[in-house]
């Protein structure tokens, strides 16, 4: 079966952005900032992922967020195509049905091939997809 489900915890990059549209419904834009494992040359990278919502309900709980707080969403990975039939733009985005601050104890990941992973619940490693081992063609 199909499923299209996203839960992101990372931390908001700036304040959420309101937009009226002609249908008279109210779009509110925003990013997420997630930090990913780190690279192999020791430098953490992130990423900043786009997030939209129609529910005013999730916009009020991201409005009251400052810039760099921590949040917790759960959406939907959604393909917008924008623009004239000749120039058209695809943006993706999490559409997101759910938001709520994230409070807990930030640690970096653990490296799964030394440390165990952690099942304290409300636990970022926790959350982290576990890093699976590489197979290599036999010869």
Known sequence: MDRNEVLLVGRLSAAAEEHALPSGDTVTK???IVRRRRHRRGAALTDSIPCVTFNPEVAAIVRTLKPRDY???TGAFRCRV??????????YEVEVSS???????LTEPADPATDPPADSEGSVTALIPRQVA???RAS
């Open 30 to 32: 925003w990013r997420v």
């Open 99 to 105: 938001a709520k601050p994230f409070e807990a104890e």
């Open 71 to 73: 949040i917790e969403v």
């Open 134 to 136: 590489y197979l290599a």
């Open 82 to 91: 924008f623009g004239p039939s000749a120039a058209k733009i695809w943006r």
